[in-house]
């Protein structure tokens, strides 16, 4: 068993390498206004209800997309594949609706949806919560649906995907 000791200059790179451990998946969010698509990787997704069916996401302050969700009140969850490693680098840059450029969408529930990820949920903001410097958006599931395909997922910076365990013996 191999364990990883990092020594940190600070409570906050303490923190970062702590949180680098944790396996997250890999969604893009994507969001329309004026006809124009908008995405940007977050790892930091998750389900929140079941009744109702919510999820919440936590964006950046500062992201481009968050205006975009602000002004419509929707976006998209497209949960990746893991031969979508390449997507997730394109979103993860700036570049707002130019994240696009060569890359394949088609609308869904009027929000840009990615061939072949694994999962794409269609969302409603119901509530933005303050947290740090990141904004907690709480949403109402409109639509959902998935594949079965593997997905991607993050863990220790590296993109990876799950693996089924054998039987215990």
């Given at each position: 068993?191999?364990?990883?000791?990092?020594?940190?200059?600070?409570?906050?790179?303490?923190?970062?390498?702590?949180?680098?451990?944790?396996?997250?998946?890999?969604t893009?969010?994507?969001?329309?206004?004026?006809?124009?698509?908008?995405?940007?990787?977050?790892?930091?997704?998750?389900?929140?209800?079941?009744?109702?069916?919510?999820?919440?996401?936590?964006?950046?302050?500062?992201?481009?997309?968050?205006?975009?969700?602000?002004?419509?009140?929707?976006?998209?969850?497209?949960?990746l594949?893991?031969?979508?490693?390449?997507?997730?680098?394109?979103?993860?840059?700036?570049?707002?609706?130019?994240?696009?450029?060569?890359?394949?969408?088609r609308?869904?529930?009027?929000?840009?949806?990615?061939?072949?990820a694994?999962?794409?949920v269609?969302?409603?903001?119901?509530?933005?919560?303050?947290?740090?410097?990141?904004?907690?958006?709480?949403?109402?599931?409109?639509?959902?649906?998935?594949?079965?395909?593997?997905?991607?997922?993050?863990?220790?910076?590296?993109?990876?995907?799950?693996?089924?365990?054998?039987?215990?013996?």
């Amino acid at each position: 068993m191999t364990t990883h000791t990092q020594v940190a200059d600070s409570p906050q790179e303490a923190f970062r390498e702590a949180m680098a451990a944790v396996c997250a998946p890999v969604t893009v969010i994507t969001a329309r206004r004026n006809g124009l698509p908008y995405g940007t990787t977050v790892s930091a997704f998750a389900s929140l209800s079941l009744a109702p069916p919510m999820v919440v996401v936590a964006l950046d302050r500062g992201s481009q997309l968050l205006q975009v969700i602000h002004e419509t009140g929707e976006f998209g969850v497209n949960v990746l594949g893991r031969e979508q490693a390449g997507l997730a680098a394109n979103f993860a840059r700036k570049g707002g609706s130019g994240k696009f450029a060569g890359v394949a969408w088609r609308p869904d529930s009027g929000l840009p949806r990615l061939p072949d990820a694994g999962a794409f949920v269609s969302c409603r903001v119901a509530q933005v919560i303050e947290g740090g410097d990141h904004l907690l958006v709480l949403a109402d599931v409109v639509a959902a649906d998935s594949t079965d395909r593997a997905p991607l997922t993050y863990h220790r910076r590296t993109f990876g995907t799950h693996t089924v365990l054998g039987e215990a013996s």
